[in-house]
């Protein structure tokens, strides 16, 4: 249930922490092969997506890779300190996000 097939390649989504994203962390993913050490850069974003090579299906004697997409996930409830650090913060330290998106 963790994982998906796509031909030999193996995909999952991991969450890791806001602490982890912005200043890396090494952490442990599944594989179907057993647990692995991953190495998560620093500023990782949602959505970014590691691969692991070797780690998929093996078939005619070639393994297929594993992707490990990483989800930056909050603490839930929302830690207060992170919040007051955060409007503090972002008072001087405002970046656009969305603003090569297409709106159209």
Do not use: C
């Amino acid at each position: 249930a963790l994982f998906t097939r796509k031909q030999n390649d193996v995909h999952i989504e991991v969450p890791i922490t806001l602490i982890e994203a912005v200043l890396g962390a090494t952490i442990t993913v599944p594989t179907i092969h057993g647990a692995v050490a991953v190495k998560v850069p620093r500023g990782s974003n949602s959505g970014g997506t590691l691969r692991l090579k070797g780690k998929g299906i093996a078939a005619k004697g070639a393994a297929g890779d594993q992707y490990v997409k990483l989800r930056v996930t909050l603490p839930d409830p929302p830690d207060p300190d992170l919040v007051r650090f955060l409007e503090k913060w972002s008072a001087d330290h405002a970046y656009d996000v969305r603003g090569k998106m297409d709106m159209g």
